[in-house]
């Protein structure tokens, strides 16, 4: 079992399997030593955690744990891109993170953290990433985040 | 003729002039093997086949054709990048899809197919890629969908 | 003094210390080539210049100025991440450039250029890029605007 795996078992995680896109399109692609995951929406069990806008509908706190499960997830579609080896990933490039929001609110960085401390949970400082995090009006099946990923993979 | 000529054609597909950007940017971008497209809107001879938001004032259908010709677009830009040579692309590796919308729609990916399905008709297993499909509010010259695309490329 | 500096000092631009990310990410990673460098918004001495959506609460034109403020911090953050030798930019690859703004604006474009004339105002055509300008109805600490970048390294 990988260090990856360890840490993942140390937190109490279990990667799903992986979530099927919801669409005609990938789960990941690997071009060159980059590996990108498609946006994942919050699904945990087949059900989405968290559905609307923040903050009328999900609370900053459900919204923060929804984009957790995102990565969560996204972290399970890249060890399947991977034929199960997370010891390939080097390490974390780049989060993209949309929340679905009420106009003018303003702690997308709050919310994003839920994917983005994840990542550094699980891999150090190699789960350190640089992210663009902003709010958007409407997300597919009316998710609450959806977050998008590119791993360098070896 | 390339076999991806071959199949535009059977398609029934004729590449119009790439459209020009509408500021100071370019259609795209070559780096190492990935060539990057710049966000495309759904002009058809010069005038956008759709705007406005989905549902209200366009209909999935209406956004679904816009985004398909996005992707046709999109090609047409890439081809002009190459030489005009598409037998350079190795594969679509990832589409961006924005959705102006009103706040709740969640169909986005029914609409992202639009640009989704029209790759893979073109370059079969190769046109699969990742995607990350959300809603906005506002889009270019009011817009109703915004494409941008990664090849990888020979 | 590299010839961008050169550039930088007759535009009458000094790069800011570059703005510490608001959460836990980093300003910047380099995979391969490729700089990318994290959704910046427009601080100026640690104060936004423009909160608020355009145009209800901000005009095109501060919007503009804002997204080239986000320009200038992105290129501060890519100095950092080359131990301050702006030499190493080949090119400008891309800019994801986000507008926060009321349903219906359609002119992200005139704001993005606020951003992309200053990469071409300093790189010349190695400032030339692909971008995605959109809409949305919320960002970070209300910001205006948001800008990401992916630069080419040497």
Do not use: W
Request: glycine share 10%.
């Amino acid at each position: 079992m990988s260090a990856i795996e360890n840490r993942l078992s140390d937190l109490g995680i279990t990667l799903p399997e992986p979530p099927r896109p919801v669409a005609s399109y990938l789960p990941a692609v690997q071009s060159g030593h980059l590996l990108m995951v498609s946006g994942q929406i919050p699904f945990e069990d087949g059900v989405l955690v968290a559905n609307g806008p923040v903050p009328s509908k999900v609370s900053i706190d459900g919204a923060t744990a929804a984009a957790r499960r995102c990565a969560i997830n996204g972290l399970a579609v890249a060890k399947a891109a991977l034929d199960g080896d997370l010891g390939r990933i080097r390490r974390v490039v780049r989060l993209g993170v949309f929340v679905q929001c009420d106009p003018g609110f303003d702690a997308q960085p709050s919310v994003a953290n839920g994917a983005s401390d994840f990542m550094v949970a699980v891999f150090g400082d190699a789960g350190r990433h640089v992210r663009a995090a902003v709010g958007v009006n409407a997300l597919p099946l009316d998710a609450t985040v959806e977050v998008e990923f590119i791993f360098e993979v070896a």
